[in-house]
């Protein structure tokens, strides 16, 4: 099928124009400039701020003008992953869709309905003439995937509205009502080189899941960094291990889906045959959830230089002794997870070490817990330690006005009553909200799968029924 087919017909147009823009995080020029040319040619008035995001405003629609004005707000950036047997570039590349029944994913690469199909939402709105809405700012961000720059650069006094409504959800029967935050942690040395004394092993792991590193952090999903350390550690205390490389996932908020790692050992024969018992074992505790993974373990050809047996030691045992995965599930909330870590990212390339970690909270104390608790383990391996892009979390109001009204209207146009939550993924409201905290704030959104990963998808009905939502909301917006 033609996306261009698929209804409604506005926002998948404008979801395929979007994503013919290379818009990976960090890198966002393009996408920028798309989105100021798009409020421009509609007459609106468009600004960009001093760290990128694009502002867009349009007048109520004749009769809504004593409406509270709203803000809707959508990243432009997308997790740029790949599978590693595709060819593609994220900054000169458009995406490359593909219909799979009710399901819209693309070419082996994310699709980037995180956060596109929300973008792609409020670009119809804002070019629509037939659709009730009070005054709106269309509020589109930069960067939030790695570092939520944009939110956290929105100076004070920037935004007029009342209500904003976040649409970056990815169950289309929830209303998200409050977020975690979270912190970078990243542990760094450099170690001297010397000769391998052994012989030469490789250890590849591929076929993980991934997925959201708060979202799917309680699913069990294997995580390739993990899974490394523990063959790792199966020869640490008598095959006087050298690491030469690692090279273990990727972006901090994706589980790593692989990792390769190449290393000298005393005996490969021996070394193999020890850690093929554990692999046989991990095969059989993921066999539910990884139906693709894949290790494999052999002799190896290398003629790099190796950090020394003592250095090798001292990060495969941070591997292993670090957190990963669900660190607190939350005491208020029944099934949410409080707070977490993810392994996300292990790099070993002569003799320079990166270790990557996002650590995520509602509660902003019990982040400072897990990242303190990682910083701990690391120092003691010798690393250094450094704490970054630390964000706030977004406290529930579940009595809000706006939150009432949704579910009134969910509840009256769909039959059901909507799931009102609060999740563990790092949305911006929290941000928003520390500069606009008298702002009514909830986010929501079509359903998506596999965000932040290859498998990424969109649910075409589902789409269809979050935009029907949305232009009632709008039609419906309390008076001031």
């Given at each position: 099928m033609?996306i261009?087919?698929?209804?409604p017909?506005i926002?998948?147009?404008?979801f395929a124009a979007?994503?013919a ?6 890198k ?25 995001n694009v502002?867009?405003?349009k007048?109520a ?8 004005a ?11 992953q790949?599978n ?14 593909e219909?799979?029944g ?5 070419k ?9 199909l ?16 009070p005054?709106?700012e269309?509020?589109?961000?930069i ?5 939520m720059?944009g939110?956290m ?5 920037q ?5 904003l409504?976040?649409l ?10 409050g977020c ?10 450099t170690?001297?080189l010397?000769?391998s ?6 250890i590849?792991?591929?076929g ?5 590193s708060?979202?799917?952090i ?7 960094n993990?899974i490394?350390?523990r063959l790792?550690?199966?020869g640490v205390?008598n ?6 490389e ?9 589980i ?5 790692a190449?290393l ?5 024969a ?13 095969l ?26 003592n ?15 669900v ?6 909330v029944?099934?949410?997870?409080e ?13 320079n070490l990166r270790?990557?970690n ?27 330690v450094?704490?970054s892009?630390?964000?706030p ?5 579940p009595g ?6 949704m ?15 609060a ?13 606009y ?5 909830v986010s929501?959104?079509?359903t ?6 290859p498998d990424?998808?969109?649910n075409?009905p589902s ?15 309390p008076?001031?």
């Amino acid at each position: 099928m033609d996306i261009s087919q698929i209804e409604p017909k506005i926002v998948w147009k404008n979801f395929a124009a979007l994503n013919a823009v290379p818009r990976p995080s960090k890198k966002e020029e393009k996408v920028i400039e798309f989105i100021k040319n798009f409020g421009e040619n509609l007459g609106l008035e468009t600004m960009v701020d001093d760290v990128g995001n694009v502002i867009i405003k349009k007048p109520a629609t004749a009769g809504m003008e004593n409406r509270k004005a709203v803000i809707l707000q959508s990243h432009l950036d997308m997790v740029h992953q790949k599978n590693s047997d595709i060819q593609f570039d994220f900054e000169s590349q458009g995406i490359e869709m593909e219909v799979d029944g009710d399901w819209l994913k693309a070419k082996g690469t994310t699709l980037g309905a995180d956060n596109g199909l929300g973008v792609a939402a409020i670009m119809s709105i804002l070019e629509s003439n037939d659709i009730a809405h009070p005054d709106l700012e269309a509020l589109f961000t930069i960067d939030e995937e790695t570092g939520m720059t944009g939110a956290m650069g929105l100076k004070p006094g920037q935004l007029q509205g009342e209500i904003l409504l976040n649409l970056d959800t990815e169950e289309d029967d929830e209303i998200d009502i409050g977020c975690a935050g979270g912190v970078d942690v990243t542990a760094s040395q450099t170690y001297d080189l010397t000769e391998s004394k052994g012989q030469i092993v490789r250890i590849e792991i591929k076929g993980l899941q991934g997925g959201h590193s708060g979202m799917d952090i309680h699913k069990g999903f294997g995580n390739a960094n993990v899974i490394l350390g523990r063959l790792l550690y199966t020869g640490v205390e008598n095959q006087n291990i050298q690491l030469i490389e690692i090279d273990g996932g990727g972006l901090r908020n994706a589980i790593p889906r692989e990792a390769v790692a190449i290393l000298s050992v005393r005996n490969s024969a021996e070394f193999i045959e020890g850690a093929t018992t554990l692999k046989n074992a991990i095969l059989e505790e993921f066999a539910a959830v990884e139906k693709d993974l894949h290790v494999n373990i052999e002799t190896y050809s290398s003629t790099d230089k190796a950090i020394s047996e003592n250095d090798s030691r001292m990060i495969i045992l941070a591997l292993k002794a670090a957190h990963n995965g669900v660190f607190r599930m939350s005491p208020d909330v029944a099934d949410l997870v409080e707070s977490s870590n993810n392994i996300a990212r292990v790099e070993l390339k002569d003799g320079n070490l990166r270790i990557l970690n996002l650590s995520r909270s509602s509660v902003e104390s019990t982040k400072f817990a897990v990242a303190e608790q990682l910083k701990s383990v690391f120092e003691l391996a010798g690393m250094e330690v450094e704490f970054s892009g630390s964000y706030p979390g977004w406290k529930p109001r579940p009595g809000s006005d706006i939150v009432k009204l949704m579910e009134k209207l969910y509840e009256r146009d769909f039959g059901a009553k909507p799931h009102v939550v609060a999740c563990h993924a790092g949305l911006e409201c929290g941000i928003i909200g520390a500069n606009y905290p008298e702002m009514e704030m909830v986010s929501f959104g079509p359903t998506i799968r596999g965000a932040h990963s290859p498998d990424e998808r969109a649910n075409i009905p589902s789409a269809q029924k979050f935009w029907a939502f949305l232009k009632e909301i709008l039609k419906e917006i309390p008076k001031k």
